[in-house]
């Protein structure tokens, strides 16, 4: 076949593989956006409202016939869950908490299945039905039913299935960028490839065994009987690596928050036709679920399948090459493998990815929680319309759209790597409860705005916040997959996706006891710079050359363990 042709197919390949990754990512987030984020919270307490009863006698029911809550406002109110008594306010964060809980269980354990080429696909689109109909299953089951605690496992199955179905997503990242046109032609011009062979045309399938030779594969190929290159060529390698692979996870996000904007100025309808009822919130999260199942179809069509023949284990704990496993078997090796992982030598040897999961803990946390501490100062301090706040929720993707998108054209002009956009983005966003601190200033409390003393301030923060945090979703997986050794991503983002959710509890936390102690929620905007800050150093001293190097050796290391063992 000629190589024009064979160029063309596969630029062909990679295309359809991108779209669909990219299909996922539309399909997906709008569960984040719309749901998990906004109505579920909303609906959980809702459902627990509807069956609940005032203290502290626990007679009066805590609705009215027209559900509009008048009849026991400044009343707290209870709902019983087997023996216990709990605050509706509070059964949402309980779910929550139990989801991710369960969550961290589930993506720690699938991690080994979904690095094996053959797996990863299925395992994706598995966890992605189980989330989508448990979404969907709340336009089933109304309040009234004697059955209604089901909402608490319908959320928890669906956010479940998103999170680990997100880090299965994500495992595609790395091979998906090192098969990008950019990257194939950076390294023909490297002399990694030989454009007269098949190995060219081989590079754009991101399911082989092996993936696509990366940025630091090519350290490796004087060994392999190829001209060494210069450190310049290699740097140029390394930066057209970094650069696709933000590319690929800064459309990723815009597609996704896109999504997720046209699905919610969609549910609003019906939301505010029916007042916020509890049937037009499980309406909304119905609708949710209905939108990812449905444009997933594309990313099971697309996405490309693995070889049959094909073993991905890269260390002793998964076997040997070619053994049966079993999905007992690969649980216990995931247990075993992240024990492995979080050994001292395994820590450090990749030191450097093991700093910025520690920056990552702080940030993910960080700006978690200044995105509810917004929320929740706009409605109790400054006495937002929930209309407004609604509005913000959609002016913030909007903005993450733009952001997602604008850093990438930006990095290309100046020459950035991901680790320094990522830095950028970590002070931008510490600007703003800064900002908020200003509002203690006496100055500043004459002036007719300024330091988060007016509604009109959410908005423009909204604008700047949603601009800086899309782009920093994109480049914080993009930099962190130029981290984890080639051929076990699954594994690794799931450690990713760990220490996001086991971090998230820390500030909501923190927060609640700040404004709890001192009656004004404002005194916790010093503890969110802080927090902020505290992550520059320690992304600071992350070194992406020496990280890729180490990541490297570790992958080897582990493959002349695997072939001793095999030998012994």
């Given at each position: 076949?000629?190589?024009?042709?064979?160029?063309r197919?596969?630029?062909?390949?990679?295309?359809?593989?991108?779209?669909?990754?990219?299909?996922?990512?539309f399909?997906?987030?709008?569960?984040?956006?719309?749901?998990?984020?906004?109505?579920?919270?909303?609906?959980?307490?809702?459902?627990?409202?509807?069956?609940?009863?005032?203290?502290?006698?626990?007679?009066?029911?805590?609705?009215?016939?027209?559900?509009?809550?008048?009849?026991?406002?400044?009343?707290?109110?209870a709902?019983?869950?087997?023996?216990?008594?709990?605050?509706?306010?509070?059964?949402?964060?309980?779910?929550?908490?139990?989801?991710?809980?369960?969550?961290?269980?589930?993506?720690?354990?699938?991690?080994?299945?979904?690095?094996?080429?053959?797996?990863?696909?299925?395992?994706?689109?598995?966890?992605?039905?189980?989330?989508?109909?448990?979404?969907i299953?709340?336009?089933?089951?109304?309040?009234?039913?004697?059955?209604?605690?089901?909402?608490?496992?319908?959320a928890?199955?669906?956010?479940?299935?998103?999170?680990?179905?997100?880090?299965?997503?994500?495992?595609?990242?790395?091979?998906?960028?090192?098969?990008?046109?950019?990257?194939?032609?950076?390294?023909?011009?490297?002399?990694d490839l030989?454009?007269?062979?098949?190995?060219?045309?081989?590079?754009?399938?991101?399911?082989?065994?092996?993936?696509?030779?990366?940025?630091?594969?090519?350290?490796?190929?004087?060994?392999?009987?190829?001209?060494?290159?210069?450190?310049?060529?290699?740097?140029?390698?390394?930066?057209?690596?970094?650069?696709?692979?933000?590319?690929?996870?800064?459309?990723?996000?815009?597609?996704?928050?896109?999504?997720?904007?046209?699905?919610?100025?969609?549910?609003?309808?019906?939301?505010?036709?029916?007042?916020?009822?509890?049937?037009?919130?499980?309406?909304?999260?119905?609708?949710?679920?209905?939108?990812?199942?449905?444009?997933?179809?594309?990313?099971?069509?697309?996405?490309?399948?693995?070889t049959?023949?094909?073993?991905?284990?890269?260390?002793?704990?998964?076997?040997?090459?070619?053994?049966?496993?079993?999905?007992?078997?690969?649980?216990?090796?995931?247990?075993?493998?992240?024990?492995?992982?979080?050994r001292?030598?395994?820590?450090?040897?990749?030191?450097?990815?093991?700093?910025?999961?520690?920056?990552?803990?702080?940030?993910?946390?960080?700006?978690?929680?200044?995105?509810?501490?917004?929320?929740?100062?706009?409605k109790?301090?400054?006495?937002?319309?929930?209309?407004?706040?609604v509005?913000?929720?959609?002016?913030t993707?909007?903005?993450?759209?733009?952001?997602?998108?604008?850093?990438?054209?930006?990095q290309?002009?100046?020459?950035?790597?991901?680790l320094?956009?990522?830095?950028?983005?970590?002070?931008?966003?510490?600007?703003?409860?800064?900002y908020?601190?200003?509002?203690?200033?006496?100055?500043?409390?004459?002036?007719?705005?300024?330091?988060?003393?007016?509604?009109?301030?959410?908005?423009?923060?909204?604008?700047?916040?949603?601009f800086?945090?899309?782009?920093?979703?994109?480049y914080?997986?993009?930099?962190?997959?130029?981290?984890?050794?080639?051929?076990?991503?699954?594994?690794?983002?799931?450690?990713?996706?760990?220490?996001?959710?086991?971090?998230?509890?820390?500030?909501?936390?923190?927060?609640?006891?700040?404004?709890?102690?001192?009656?004004?929620?404002?005194?916790?905007?010093?503890?969110?710079?802080?927090?902020?800050?505290?992550?520059?150093?320690?992304?600071?001293?992350?070194?992406?050359?020496?990280?890729?190097?180490?990541?490297?050796?570790?992958?080897?290391?582990?493959?002349?363990?695997?072939?001793?063992?095999?030998?012994?």
């Open positions: 076949m000629p190589v024009a042709c064979r160029h197919m596969m630029v062909s390949s990679y295309k359809r593989q991108l779209l669909g990754w990219l299909s996922y990512a399909a997906s987030e709008v569960f984040v956006v719309v749901s998990l984020t906004l109505f579920l919270p909303i609906c959980l307490e809702q459902f627990a409202s509807d069956n609940g009863y005032l203290r502290p006698d626990y007679v009066r029911p805590c609705s009215s016939p027209s559900e509009s809550g008048a009849s026991y406002a400044g009343e707290r109110c709902v019983k869950i087997g023996w216990v008594w709990i605050d509706t306010a509070s059964f949402s964060l309980y779910v929550y908490s139990v989801s991710v809980a369960l969550q961290a269980l589930t993506v720690i354990s699938m991690g080994s299945i979904a690095d094996r080429p053959t797996c990863r696909k299925p395992l994706l689109l598995t966890f992605a039905f189980i989330g989508a109909f448990s979404a299953l709340f336009l089933f089951l109304p309040s009234s039913s004697p059955l209604w605690f089901l909402c608490a496992l319908f928890v199955m669906a956010n479940v299935g998103f999170g680990a179905s997100i880090v299965a997503m994500n495992a595609y990242l790395p091979s998906l960028a090192n098969a990008s046109p950019e990257v194939v032609q950076a390294r023909i011009q490297l002399g030989d454009t007269s062979s098949e190995r060219i045309f081989e590079s754009a399938e991101v399911d082989d065994e092996e993936p696509p030779l990366s940025s630091q594969d090519s350290v490796s190929a004087p060994l392999l009987g190829i001209s060494t290159v210069s450190k310049l060529d290699q740097n140029a390698f390394n930066a057209t690596v970094s650069r696709a692979t933000s590319r690929i996870s800064s459309l990723g996000i815009a597609s996704g928050y896109g999504a997720g904007i046209i699905l919610l100025l969609l549910a609003l309808i019906p939301v505010t036709k029916l007042r916020g009822s509890t049937f037009s919130l499980r309406l909304a999260i119905g609708l949710s679920g209905a939108w990812w199942a449905i444009f997933s179809i594309p990313a099971a069509i697309w996405l490309p399948n693995g049959p023949d094909v073993v991905s284990s890269n260390d002793p704990v998964a076997g040997k090459a070619g053994d049966k496993w079993t999905l007992w078997s690969e649980i216990v090796a995931a247990w075993k493998r992240l024990g492995m992982m979080l001292w030598n395994q820590i450090k040897l990749l030191q450097h990815t093991f700093r910025y999961l520690a920056a990552w803990f702080l940030l993910s946390d960080g700006f978690t929680t200044i995105t509810s501490t917004a929320v929740l100062f706009a109790t301090t400054l006495h937002m319309e929930p209309s407004w706040l509005l913000i929720g959609a002016i993707p909007a903005m993450g759209i733009t952001g997602s998108l604008v850093f990438p054209y930006l290309r002009k100046l020459s950035w790597s991901n320094k956009v990522v830095v950028i983005l970590v002070i931008m966003v510490s600007c703003i409860p800064a908020g601190c200003l509002g203690f200033l006496p100055f500043v409390k004459g002036l007719p705005f300024g330091g988060l003393t007016t509604p009109g301030e959410m908005f423009g923060l909204a604008i700047y916040f949603g800086a945090y899309g782009a920093f979703q994109s914080a997986r993009a930099c962190y997959a130029e981290l984890i050794p080639p051929g076990e991503e699954a594994r690794w983002y799931g450690l990713f996706s760990i220490t996001d959710k086991s971090s998230s509890f820390v500030g909501p936390l923190i927060v609640g006891l700040i404004a709890d102690a001192t009656g004004n929620i404002r005194y916790a905007f010093f503890f969110l710079v802080f927090m902020v800050w505290l992550a520059v150093p320690v992304l600071l001293s992350v070194d992406l050359e020496r990280g890729r190097e180490d990541a490297r050796n570790c992958r080897i290391h582990r493959n002349l363990c695997e072939v001793a063992s095999s030998d012994s």
